[in-house]
């Protein structure tokens, strides 16, 4: 009987042996089922933030478009405004530059009508 006890010992240890295998796959197996759910959670997670980025960045896009278009208007209509501002200028200094060479051209012909009348007389040697 001893044999048989020992025979018997060693059955249930196979036994016990082959359901702590059978418990340790089980255990690996729900780890591995859990990772990848978790894997799978974290992509979905991962793509609605890129997807959310992606949308903040074309309003951005967006927003700063319609801006340049204001903005482009709002440059055209001070550069016109500049530009009216200096022809406005321009106009006046006109003026006062004919006057001015009008006036310098009268300077030069009363030089020329001196050194004229001074050529013309006779030396007093």
Not at 16 to 22: F, L, S
Not at 88 to 95: D, E, F, L, S, T
Request: net charge positive.
């Amino acid at each position: 009987m001893q044999v048989s006890a020992g025979q018997d010992g060693i059955q249930r240890l196979l036994a016990a042996e082959q359901e702590a295998q059978k418990i340790v796959a089980k255990a690996r197996k729900d780890k591995s089922d859990r990772l990848k759910q978790a894997k799978r959670e974290a992509e979905k997670e991962i793509q609605g933030y890129k997807q959310q980025r992606e949308d903040a960045y074309q309003k951005r896009i967006k927003d700063d478009s319609s801006n340049s278009g204001a903005n482009v208007k709002r440059l055209d209509q001070e550069s016109n405004d500049q530009m009216k501002e200096i022809q406005k200028n321009i106009a006046a200094k006109k003026k006062e530059v004919s006057c001015a060479k009008i006036h310098g051209t009268a300077i030069v012909m009363y030089i020329v009508i001196l050194c004229l009348k001074i050529v013309s007389q006779p030396s007093q040697t």
